[in-house]
């Protein structure tokens, strides 16, 4: 039984499009975050959510928009994707912000040509 | 401001040998310390933790102690196999934020 999960797994996608990608956990947990990957494994934390409230909200474009209908569903959505866009975005979930280890989702790779 | 600084990669080893990745972190408080592994096309795992200075974390071999008065996580193991291939992070909590380091790519050959 998957613990969080993401939705696509690959995404490829023109510029100037509009995707999203969908989380869900079912840990029970408070908190939710998404995360970009960069081709170097570099880790920069985009957002978190606590049941359902904003959290955390890092220097991301307003391209980038996060939506939690209720606290197990953390949806990012992207508008107008540019080349620099691509990378792996990950999900993860913790019990309390800021207290509890994360759990990762499998991660989404998006590539925009 | 609060960080997590990682030995830079990639690391190369032969099966069995020991391995050792440093980690040191800055925080105002009393941050709880994290090794997080991420195997080739998968998200990250909990590899080990600790919460309190001096506490050890272990698991599947791998150990790393919170040492306070040199603010370090060092992540080791005694003889590395071909499927500790990863990217190892080290991470921390202080408040209400969760900071990676840069992760340290390991390749173990035969």
């Known amino acids: 039984d998957t613990a969080v999960s993401q939705t696509p797994k690959y995404l490829v996608t023109q510029m100037g499009n509009d995707k999203s990608i969908k989380c869900e956990q079912n840990?029970?947990?408070?908190?939710m975050y998404w995360y970009k990957q960069d081709s170097k494994k570099f880790l920069k934390i985009m957002f978190s959510?606590?049941?359902?409230?904003?959290?955390i909200n890092e220097t991301v474009p307003n391209r980038f928009s996060p939506k939690s209908p209720d606290k197990a569903h953390l949806n990012l959505h992207i508008n107008s994707l540019e080349l620099g866009d691509s990378a792996v975005y990950f999900c993860?979930?913790?019990?309390?912000?800021?207290?509890?280890?994360?759990?990762f989702g499998p991660g989404t790779r998006l590539t925009v040509l | 401001g609060d960080s997590v600084t990682q030995m830079e990669g990639p690391v190369t080893l032969s099966e069995e040998a020991f391995l050792t990745i440093n980690c040191t972190y800055t925080?105002?408080?009393?941050?709880?310390l994290f090794w997080y592994v991420q195997y080739p096309g998968e998200g990250l795992q909990l590899l080990l933790k600790?919460?309190?200075?001096?506490d050890k974390g272990s698991n599947k071999g791998f150990e790393a102690t919170y040492r306070k008065e040199t603010t370090s996580f060092h992540l080791e193991k005694g003889s590395v196999q071909v499927s500790d291939s990863a990217v190892y992070f080290c991470?921390?909590?202080?408040?209400?934020?969760?900071?990676f380091g840069t992760g340290t790519s390991l390749t173990v050959i035969p």
């Open positions: 993860a979930s913790s019990r309390l912000a800021g207290r509890d280890e994360q759990f």
């Open positions: 840990l029970g947990h408070d908190t």
């Open positions: 959510y606590n049941n359902k409230e904003l959290i």
């Open positions: 925080a105002t408080g009393y941050p709880s």
């Open positions: 600790a919460t309190k200075a001096d």
């Open positions: 991470a921390q909590i202080t408040g209400n934020q969760f900071y």
